[in-house]
């Protein structure tokens, strides 16, 4: 595993404001060079930089609003603002509160398909539609039946990072931020949890004494899936991290992060574990308390990379050859593609998401539930 230092001296990062008629190519480069972002360099702002210019011109003319995942690298996270930042159920639920006729979702198509649920009305659109996930393309709506034909009248709690027809045969769904908490609601002693196998795992450890987490693989030979990033991240990984740039367990201000989708013995290991939106808070209050100089995160490299930019006074190592394939499938140019063929009046059904009025009606009753219970 291939590992990349961020300086924890770089100076504190400038974020590229919102585009204005009278913003030049000049001003996009000096925004970006004042980032003093230690993955953007010279070649990539000089070559990057008309591009970055032209999207913000078009996203302000025709009201785009863009919706950026965490994992996207950081030339893309920075196209959109602050507020259009962050996971794929906020990012969604962020839309749903936006006039904004196009939502543009930096991120892979079953993202932004949870935004067309929450917005069946607008237009939603994904820079390619072919990026995919090893979670969600593993595991659909059959799948969902085979288990709750071998588990009669136990509910099913879906993982958000799910395609909408498996959502539409489950009673409910869950991030990894609130999938504890969701399962304690559920009636019942026994919760069928898809479609992460060790997501599942680590539930099942989480809510032992609790709840009897029944997932795919466990004594059944239901489909599951794991998530092809996360479960590159082993135990022998962590503990070369810890020795190699001391981050010794139980430091005070060196911490090592993991993802809920890693390994449960990676969890074990970590100082810290929790979904990304977790990750992100814990670093933030220990940033803000002075009590953060080192940090390691057991997840997708972007997210590193954006934390590095955010929080420039801690030294972040990351595991640079852990990417998402599919997250990094997602370019500006191909987002630059979308918002040209808005400007030109195109046909936009290469990029825009679709579902049937009956998929959304039945996906949105899981989602719905969700977020009552989160309450």
């Known amino acids: 595993m291939t590992v990349m230092h961020s300086n924890g001296d770089t100076p504190q990062a400038t974020d590229v404001p919102n585009c204005t008629t009278d913003l030049s190519i000049e001003d996009v480069k000096q925004e970006l060079y004042n980032r003093h972002h230690p993955s953007l360099t010279f070649l990539d702002i000089e070559a990057h930089a008309k591009t970055i210019h032209k999207i913000r011109m078009l996203k302000q003319k025709h009201n785009v609003v863009m919706l950026g995942h965490n994992y996207m690298e950081p030339l893309v996270f920075g196209l959109s603002e602050k507020e259009e930042q962050g996971d794929s159920l906020g990012l969604s639920m962020y839309a749903a509160n936006t006039d904004a006729p196009y939502l543009i979702f930096n991120g892979v198509p079953f993202m932004a398909e949870t935004a067309k649920i929450l ?30 034909s071998l588990y009669p009248g136990a509910p099913v709690m879906i993982y958000i990072n799910s395609y909408a027809d ?43 004494d609790e709840k009897n987490i029944v997932y795919p693989g466990k004594d059944n030979t239901a489909r599951g899936a794991v998530c092809e990033v996360h479960e590159k991240f082993t135990l022998d990984d962590l503990l070369a991290i810890r020795e190699s740039f001391e981050i010794p367990k139980g430091h005070a201000h060196r911490k090592l992060y993991a993802h809920w989708e890693c390994r449960p013995n990676v969890l074990k290991e970590a100082d810290f574990y929790g979904s990304t939106s977790q990750i992100m808070k814990d670093i933030a209050e220990r940033v803000a308390a002075n009590q953060l100089e080192r940090a390691f995160v057991a997840s997708e490299c972007e997210l590193t990379s954006n934390l590095a930019q955010e929080f420039p006074e801690v030294q972040f190592w990351t595991a640079c050859s852990v990417r998402c394939s599919h997250m990094a499938q997602v370019s500006l140019n191909k987002i630059g593609n979308i918002l040209e063929a808005i400007d030109q009046d195109d046909d936009l059904s290469e990029f825009e998401i679709t579902l049937s009025s009956e998929i959304i009606a039945k996906a949105r009753t899981p989602i719905e539930r969700m977020l009552e219970a989160s309450v």
Request: hydrophobic share 40%; aromatic share 6%; net charge negative.
């Open 119 to 148: 917005n069946p009305s607008k237009t939603v659109l994904v820079a390619d539609k072919s990026a995919g996930c090893s979670l969600a393309d593993n595991f659909g709506a059959e799948d969902v039946r085979k288990l709750k």
């Open 166 to 208: 498996a959502k539409a045969e489950s009673d409910i769904c869950c991030t990894s931020a609130n999938a504890a908490h969701i399962a304690k609601t559920m009636p019942g002693d026994t919760l069928i949890f898809v479609p992460d196998i060790f997501f599942a795992q680590n539930l099942e450890e989480e809510l032992r």
